[in-house]
């Protein structure tokens, strides 16, 4: 509670306020104020004083005369219009002249913000008295632009008429003056314009009592306290908020006797909130904060950016995975984190179309995936639901907040009471806008427009500070807490000044001729200016004032607002001083950390205290023990980088020790498949990531919008049309394939369709090149058939008898488990086959010459192996030899090529493949010799250049015995 003593020293209005209630203290009074917030703060200081209080109402005066005209409205059967409502109807007006007439706005320059520009013009003309019948066109500088708005303004009166609304100024018909004896305190800035004083004047008669207060803070009269104010500059906006928070917590202030008052709320709020979350620091919001920073508003918003953006897949998946919605309605036993993935695993990318294809049951799958499947695209049938009809170009603002309303009902993540609030604003919104205002127009437009409306909504709203919490305010919402500690944030020129641009509906030199009672540019900057004074001057106790000298974005230096010179001047008695003389005194700028031992907030400060040089003379110390010494995995990071330069191999290059691998010498291992060698002969690290700590890269079917199938797929669309026409080929009496053109497109085309049925395309365009592509390459594939005199004999063959992995013999003492398929297997004589691998990538890289490629090409040697000891085992043929492998490249890119490799090197292979498995045994996990390899490697950012620093380590000689093997390997072609 406030002391008499301390009481007499408040602000102006505060003690003109309590003298007034000791003067009246049992009649009716009314406290009009610009808003509630204002007043109940007023009020509540009040009361804390100790003097009573009775009959005191709070009102703007939009309320008051609401209330007092509320039952005429009723009887007359006319509705209010509030600013919302008559938005939109001057929007749909607006459509309705450009569409009849060659308007001075057509259609296509109907945008939020001329809407909002004409919609404030017409808005500031009626609370003028201004009416459409005494508006001159003569008035405007623009014939047509007169001529227009006088037009829009008169329809806009007309429709008023026709559907029984009534605006704020059309109340003033319908105020009488007030039978009851009524004080009405009327405070500044209450009335803004001349129809709000009339209506007053006609209600309350002689009974309005305004006060002569508000004084600029530079005025003696103003009390403000500017001897005891204290500066600072920093080199951000973000310093400056943690600095503030630094003061109050280094002075142990309680957060409920601190007001932060801010120039520039929306960036400052957002700051604040950061730090008061990170820091366990509460604080209550004025304004409140974005309605992105509550978990409803994120979906909402996110919602609509997902419709705008053609439905890319990626928003629901980080909705998902941020907990801000939820399919539990559909899926009661499934989770987020499942959710996504099954989405992820898709391969969706975007279009709507997309989802209806790919969301569908997939043959053979278990009952699980199916109930998945099935719940899952229940969801998004809902979703569809809410929208308008996807083949309409043309939608409503109403009807997509509509849509965003019950999104977040049905699938948003009620985790607060605020998200509640917000669910229940975005159904009020769409409510609101159902109606005969609602007006059709491009999709892309009217998501435009409700991002806008619901932007305005905002979370958080605390405009009374409650107790134990820090309070933010802005300068036309702030200085009424009574607090005894304010900070003044963002005190730079940018932020600080108002400019003097016109309107450019009502140009100044329009609104003379118009009426006196529009504001002009000028006059309203100068009230601008003179309430931020009077607001200043309004503030007790301890005042500190800050400003950013810094903008890290445009990389400026800024200077701090006359405003501070002004005080500074005040403080120091020299009426002289300049900005010169103010940079001097605050010294060097408050960075981001602070290196005050008794400032600390939180572990950076601390660390830099820790860091920085005594007495503040030394600069920054080697810091590095001292990090070390408490972040003990930095220190095996930097242990790890030193040994991975040395030329010694070590643990830290992939060298560890003997482990039980999934490959060994004897028949029981497990199978082991030819890829697999090949990965490990790529390289070794990248072998011990994936296979032996099973840190494969995630899985995430990313849909290119520029394609309709990914490379993999187009390969499994291929490898399909060669099976099946293959398999379903005529063959004459020697067994030799019948080729048949017509039949082999037919099965194509089929397969094809098939692969649109559940690939959807975005684009027909696409599809159709796409399908031209894939007839090319089928033609390539045709052609090279007719010349091809061998049999094939069999396709798409598991190497496998009874469902088990094959075991072979490579020699005596080297037996190893393959499992793999074999794409085909073509007869070249009696017992003798050649097996082929189908691929649709490059040729270049599979030439003759090198026949093992340093171990990277072992598939064709080892699946001969394979194969005939398949044929062989299975009885297929038991006398059968596998005498070639073959790489074949059936399409237009691979120009029909085929690599083939003669099989004439067992031991050799045998050799490679005993010498990878006892590289794999010593635990020789090194990266890659080819450092290109690296750039498109899902490692990189673990490995960084540690294959170049692997160079030199291959040639050095103490490691020569550890990597023998797998240096041999690389050394052969």
């Not at 800035?189 to 004084?215: C, Q």
């Not at 080929?729 to 369709?753: C, F, M, P, S, W």
Request: with cysteine; net charge negative; aromatic share 10%.
């Amino acid at each position: 509670m406030l002391a008499f003593e301390e009481w007499m020293h408040t602000a102006e209005e505060m003690e003109w306020l309590r003298q007034y209630l000791v003067k009246y203290p049992l009649q009716k009074k009314i406290l009009l104020v610009p808003s509630f917030a204002q007043g109940h703060q007023m009020l509540e200081r009040i009361v804390r004083s100790g003097q009573p209080l009775v009959n005191v109402i709070v009102h703007t005066i939009e309320s008051l005369i609401l209330e007092h005209t509320a039952y005429q409205l009723h009887r007359e059967k006319v509705q209010y219009a509030d600013s919302s409502r008559t938005y939109w109807l001057i929007h749909s007006l607006m459509h309705e002249l450009a569409n009849e007439t060659d308007s001075y706005i057509p259609l296509d320059l109907i945008q939020p913000g001329v809407v909002r520009l004409m919609h404030q013009a017409i808005s500031e003309l009626r609370m003028a008295g201004v009416g459409s019948h005494t508006l001159q066109i003569d008035s405007f500088l623009d014939t047509r632009k007169g001529i227009y708005l006088k037009e829009l303004y008169r329809r806009y009166e007309e429709t008023l008429c026709d559907q029984q609304l009534v605006d704020f100024a059309g109340l003033n018909a319908f105020v009488q003056p007030s039978r009851e004896h009524v004080h009405y305190l009327v405070f500044p800035h209450a009335l803004p314009d001349l129809i709000s004083k009339k209506m007053l004047e006609k209600l309350a008669g002689a009974y309005v009592e305004v006060p002569d207060i508000g004084k600029p803070f530079y005025t003696k009269e103003s009390g403000f306290p500017a001897e005891r104010v204290e500066m600072f500059h920093v080199s951000g906006a973000i310093a400056e908020a943690r600095e503030v928070f630094r003061r109050v917590m280094s002075r142990q202030i309680r957060l409920d006797q601190v007001e932060v008052v801010v120039s520039d709320y929306e960036q400052y709020a957002g700051i604040f909130y950061t730090l008061s979350y990170a820091h366990g620091l509460p604080c209550t919001f004025a304004e409140g904060l974005p309605l992105e920073i509550c978990s409803a508003g994120r979906a909402a918003m996110q919602f609509m950016n997902w419709v705008d953006n053609d439905f890319p897949i990626q928003p629901i998946l980080m909705m998902l995975l941020e907990g801000t919605i939820s399919f539990r309605k559909y899926d009661e036993a499934g989770n987020n984190s499942r959710w996504a993935s099954y989405l992820e695993r898709l391969g969706i990318g975007s279009g709507r179309e997309r989802y209806d294809r790919l969301l569908l049951p997939q043959q053979g799958s278990d009952e699980a995936v199916q109930h998945l499947t099935e719940s899952v695209r229940q969801v998004f049938q809902s979703i569809w639901s809410f929208l308008p009809d996807s083949a309409s170009e043309r939608w409503t603002v109403g009807s997509i907040i509509r849509a965003a309303a019950s999104f977040v009902e049905h699938f948003g993540s009620a985790n607060s009471e605020e998200d509640v609030k917000v669910a229940k604003q975005l159904r009020q919104i769409a409510e609101s806008l159902t109606g005969g205002d609602e007006v059709y127009i491009q999709k892309d437009l009217a998501l435009r427009y409700a991002k806008e409306v619901i932007s305005n909504i905002r979370t958080y709203v605390t405009s009374i500070p409650e107790p134990g919490k820090l309070h933010i305010s802005s300068l036309s919402s702030g200085g009424y807490s009574g607090r005894e500690n304010t900070y003044i944030v963002g005190m730079d020129e940018r932020s600080w000044s108002s400019g003097t641009r016109q309107d450019p509906v009502l140009l100044d030199e329009e609104r003379v001729r118009i009426s006196p009672a529009l504001q002009l540019s000028v006059d309203r900057m100068q009230q601008s200016r003179l309430q931020c004074d009077a607001t200043i001057g309004k503030f007790r106790g301890q005042v500190t004032m800050s400003c950013s000298c810094y903008d890290p974005l445009d990389k400026e230096m800024i200077h701090p607002a006359f405003e501070m010179l002004q005080t500074y001047r005040i403080k120091t008695g020299n009426e002289e001083a300049d900005f010169t003389a103010l940079h001097a005194d605050l010294g060097e700028p408050i960075g981001y950390w602070c290196s005050n031992a008794n400032d600390a907030l939180d572990q950076g400060d601390r660390w830099s205290q820790e860091l920085a040089g005594r007495n503040g003379t030394a600069g920054w110390i080697n810091g590095l023990e001292a990090v070390e010494r408490v972040k003990t995995m930095l220190s095996h990071g930097r242990r790890a980088s030193l040994a991975r330069r040395a030329k010694r191999l070590s643990q830290y290059d992939g060298w560890i020790s003997r482990v039980d691998l999934n490959t060994d010498r004897s028949s029981e291992s497990p199978a082991i498949s030819a890829s697999r060698l090949e990965h490990y002969a790529r390289c070794p690290m990248q072998y011990y990531f994936s296979y032996e700590l099973g840190l494969w890269p995630k899985e995430a079917n990313e849909h290119d919008p520029s394609a309709w199938l990914r490379p993999d797929q187009r390969g499994t669309l291929l490898h399909e049309v060669y099976y099946r026409y293959l398999y379903e080929a005529d063959r004459d009496r020697e067994g030799q394939i019948l080729h048949d053109r017509d039949k082999l497109y037919k099965i194509t085309n089929e397969v094809i369709t098939k692969f649109a049925d559940t690939v959807p395309f975005h684009s027909p365009f696409l599809f159709e090149k796409e399908c031209r592509e894939l007839h090319e390459d089928i033609e390539v594939y045709y052609k090279r058939e007719l010349g091809c005199s061998d049999r094939p004999i069999l396709f798409e063959q598991e190497l496998a008898i009874h469902g088990e992995p094959l075991l072979i013999k490579l020699e005596d003492e080297l037996h190893i488990r393959m499992k793999g398929f074999v794409d085909r297997i073509d007869q070249v004589g009696p017992h003798r086959y050649r097996i082929i691998d189908y691929k649709t990538g490059n040729p270049n890289k599979y030439s003759e010459s090198s026949y093992f490629n340093e171990g990277t090409q072992l598939q064709h040697a080892l699946y001969a192996v394979a194969a005939e000891e398949w044929m062989r085992q299975s009885g297929f043929d038991e006398q059968a030899v596998v005498t070639e492998s073959a790489y074949l490249f059936p399409t237009v890119r691979g120009q029909g090529e085929q690599v083939v490799k003669i099989q004439n090197r067992r031991k050799e292979l045998a050799y490679i493949v005993g010498l990878l498995l006892d590289s794999m045994r010593s635990g020789v996990y090194v990266p890659t010799q080819d450092k290109s390899k690296c750039k498109w490697c899902h490692y990189n950012r673990v490995c960084g250049p540690h294959a170049e620093w692997m160079e030199e380590k291959r040639t050095f000689e103490e490691n020569t015995s550890i990597l023998q093997s797998l240096l041999e390997v690389e050394s052969i072609e």
